[in-house]
């Protein structure tokens, strides 16, 4: 027969009630005894028996460091009893200063590092206490905490540090229990300080106020903390996640490269587990363009090289980085303490007033341990001032006893002495009798009286008392106090996009005939005085500059083609490359269409804005579409202007509805129009007449008249002039216009023409290549039907195949000096440097 069930007795208990009952009793000892800090002194039980047992072997800041061995073994023995290894290594993170932002264990020898080095054995390393760790213990001899029996029941040890230095605000602390965690950031002494006098001054002041003078946790590491969002949960609520950020910056390397800098990291981030992240993404290439990782750390301060290739912008190689490794990550802030013995997730407010909170205990339980200790004093003295008094029948009574016990007993009897006072007396040395002794003695007992008085006074007044805690926070601030090594940053740490990194700046755009695209910078183009011979542009002598325009590397750029299509891109996404680059195929960046070819270019920085796009042909149509149409360009294009066979699209320009628009052919006739007069048609429609050209002219320039401006027109042999726009009345549209410049031999047909004002330069290229930057301003104001002046000085067989107007920079209003190779000064006629290139 199967065995019949056992009813649960006295002493038999059922298997899953004594599994219960006992895991929720090493859950309990964990939390209370191993894992959690205490709120009051920011400790866990290990690092606090550590502290004591070091304060036992007098390890004071001033005192010889003690091999760590000695340490681990003396808490072992007496307080700790888990083992020395475990021990070391709680010894060991109080003492690094890259783990603790105000370490508590001065260590000598090797500690480990940031790397995530271990430290050397116990038996090689020695310690001793801090400044700071001692101001922990103060007053621990005062009955200022509870006591309890150690583990053996032979001595006793603290349950609590009276910690004047606010522990668990300066250094957080970390730790897992059973089922809950805590992660406490560390904070900057002078910051909390101030918090604390804050909340003493005014009780009721609110979170805002304290963060005014304590704005967010402070790293050992130093970093970027990276909005305050986090920060501001992590305060309100007990939790939050705060986005850290390694310290970078970006310098020039060799050969055009880029090289990006790391000095701080996160905190808690290992520096070898970092750097070889990196080198993963630099040896499977998941980012292409990064060339290496080096490490040139030293005693001074931390210095790791990210090697960038010279074509691939570093703010996107660094974003990259950013968001795929440790150089930023999160702070998960998890503010779980001990509270009344019982876990208690804590905000900011409370953390500050339990620390005000326990202060408070410990100065009063001072203040009554002194006072008793006064009143010892006082009583002692009283029984002095009496044995003054009757100082001849004392020592008669002290003469006649037989031992010390009868004179104790008749000193009792005959002067009302306590057996304390009769024994202090009996213990007085002979010099005590001296007049000069006497003295000293009735001083002492007016001092002791006054001591107590003010005893007294500050326990029964709370101001009082507030004002001790006070000068105790003042002097902690102004002794230990240091600067912030965290930067927190307004800004808060979302995914940036490529265009966040890349700095916004004018570049020009340059497109070839072969349809070959480049950007380059304006300063590659070295400002020369008119005349000169300007610089090489491209290699290629047999590929002619068709198009440069100026545009905001964050701008769009609209690209339309001889056909009448539209393609869009911004203007970053055109890589910066040298003077002397031949650039890269305009097909690799937009979908053209097999047989055409890029004719104008917009550069627009709001596509969905108010406004027209006014779009002429080489044959004189013109049509105008309002600019939002263009919002939504596919990757393949749209059709912006349905061209006639013969015709191709050549200029686009962006007007506001009522602008002027001025046309130049190429045999020097002009004619200036409203734009009202060309009606607002669809996207896909086609133009209407804008000027009558004879035979075998065309179209080279298009512009928007501009208040205050000048036309300048450029020939193909190098002449330009300047003529003001007065000169040039308002004609109805399909005429044929006025002449504009005299044609000759000298000066060759019009190949360019620009609106421009006094400030701005003009970039003027040519077919060879070569390119030359002039101040407007230079150009003299001439008739309208002039020929002009000599711009550029143009080589054999050489001729202007384009020019582009460059807007308004800031200047000196002086003309750079310039120098030809060998070194002598340039004129009118001979101007001309070769630059370095970019």
Not at 302 to 308: D, N
Not at 628 to 640: C, E, H, P, S, Y
């Amino acid at each position: 027969m199967p065995d019949e069930p056992i009813e649960p007795t006295e002493d038999i208990v059922k298997v899953e009630v004594e599994l219960g009952r006992s895991y929720v009793n090493y859950a309990l000892s964990v939390i209370i005894s191993r894992a959690l800090p205490d709120v009051r002194d920011g400790l866990k039980p290990v690092q606090r028996r550590i502290l004591y047992s070091m304060r036992l072997l007098n390890l004071s800041p001033d005192s010889v460091t003690k091999k760590c061995a000695k340490i681990c073994g003396s808490t072992s023995g007496d307080f700790h009893p888990h083992g020395e290894a475990a021990i070391y290594l709680t010894l060991v993170r109080m003492a690094q200063p890259w783990s603790l932002r105000y370490p508590l264990v001065d260590g000598q020898g090797n500690f480990g590092n940031i790397d995530g080095d271990g430290p050397a054995a116990m038996r090689y390393t020695e310690a001793r206490l801090t400044p700071v760790a001692m101001e922990m213990m103060e007053d621990l001899d005062r009955e200022t905490v509870d006591w309890v029996p150690n583990y053996s029941q032979e001595v006793n040890e603290p349950t609590v540090l009276p910690s004047k230095f606010p522990n668990l605000l300066c250094n957080g602390g970390q730790g897992i229990a059973v089922g809950m965690a805590t992660n406490l950031p560390p904070h900057n002494l002078t910051e909390v300080c101030n918090a604390l006098l804050l909340r003493l001054d005014n009780p009721d002041c609110s979170l805002d106020e304290v963060m005014e003078v304590m704005p967010g946790p402070d790293f050992p590491t130093y970093g970027t903390i990276m909005g305050a969002k986090g920060i501001r949960s992590a305060y309100e609520t007990g939790r939050g996640s705060i986005t850290l950020q390694a310290r970078t910056m970006i310098e020039p390397g060799e050969a055009g490269k880029s090289i990006i800098v790391v000095t701080e990291i996160p905190y808690q981030v290992s520096k070898e587990t970092l750097i070889k992240s990196i080198f993963n993404i630099v040896k499977e290439r998941s980012f292409d363009g990064l060339l290496s990782v080096q490490d040139y750390s030293d005693k001074v301060g931390m210095r790791i090289e990210i090697e960038v290739r010279r074509d691939v912008n570093p703010n996107r190689a660094l974003n990259y980085l950013l968001k795929r490794t440790a150089l930023r990550t999160t702070f998960g802030a998890i503010m779980l303490t001990l509270v009344d013995i019982a876990p208690r997730t804590c905000p900011l407010l409370l953390l500050l007033d339990q620390h005000i909170k326990h202060r408070r205990d410990v100065i009063e339980r001072r203040t009554r341990y002194e006072l008793m200790r006064t009143l010892e004093e006082v009583h002692l003295n009283e029984g002095y001032q009496i044995a003054r008094r009757f100082l001849d029948e004392i020592i008669k009574v002290i003469r006649a006893a037989t031992d010390p016990n009868t004179a104790r007993v008749d000193l009792v009897r005959q002067f009302d002495f306590s057996p304390l006072q009769a024994n202090a007396i009996l213990a007085m040395p002979l010099r005590r009798l001296t007049q000069l002794e006497q003295t000293k003695l009735e001083a002492d007992y007016k001092d002791a009286l006054l001591r107590v008085q003010n005893l007294l006074d500050i326990l029964n007044d709370h101001a009082r008392l507030t004002g001790v805690l006070r000068d105790e926070i003042v002097y902690l601030r102004d002794k230990y106090g240091d600067e912030r090594r965290t930067k927190i940053q307004a800004r808060e740490a979302t995914d940036f996009t490529d265009e966040d990194l890349i700095p916004e700046e004018e570049a020009i755009i340059s497109i070839s005939r072969d349809g070959y695209i480049k950007r380059v910078s304006i300063d590659a183009y070295r400002q020369q005085k008119r005349g000169g011979k300007g610089v090489m542009n491209i290699q290629k002598a047999d590929d002619e500059p068709a198009h440069l325009f100026q545009v905001s590397t964050h701008h769009f750029i609209l690209f339309f083609t001889d056909r009448g299509r539209v393609y869009k891109l911004k203007g970053y996404e055109i890589p910066e490359s040298g003077r002397y680059a031949k650039g890269m195929p305009v097909i690799n960046y937009i979908n053209i269409l097999g047989g055409e070819r890029v004719t104008a270019t917009v550069s627009v920085k709001d596509i969905t804005g108010e406004g027209f796009l006014t779009m002429i042909t080489e044959r004189g149509e013109v049509k105008r579409t309002p600019l939002k149409a263009f919002a939504n360009i596919r990757n393949n294009g749209l059709i912006a202007f349905d061209i006639e066979e013969g015709d191709e699209l050549g200029w686009a320009l962006k007007t506001r509805g009522a602008d002027d628009v001025i046309l130049i052919t190429k045999n020097g006739q002009s004619i200036r129009f409203s734009e009202k007069q060309a009606t607002s048609r669809s996207r896909a429609a086609g133009g209407v007449r804008a000027m009558t050209l004879k035979d075998g002219d065309i179209i080279v320039s298009a512009d928007v008249i501009q208040t205050d401006a000048t036309l300048l027109v450029v020939s193909e042999n190098g002449y330009g002039k300047r003529t003001d726009l007065s000169e040039y009345r308002v004609q109805g549209r399909g005429g044929s216009g006025i002449l504009t410049m005299q044609c000759t031999d000298k000066t060759g047909q019009i190949v360019g023409a620009e609106v421009v004002q006094d400030d701005d330069r003009l970039l003027v290229m040519t077919v060879n290549g070569k390119g030359i930057r002039v101040k407007v301003k230079e150009i003299r104001l001439t008739k309208r039907v002039a020929q002009g002046v000599k711009l550029i000085s143009l080589g054999q067989g050489d001729m202007v195949r384009s020019i582009a107007r460059i807007v308004q920079e800031e200047d000196d209003g002086s003309i750079e000096a310039a120098l030809d190779d060998d070194g002598d000064d340039i004129d009118d006629t001979d101007a001309g440097i070769e630059p370095s290139d970019g």
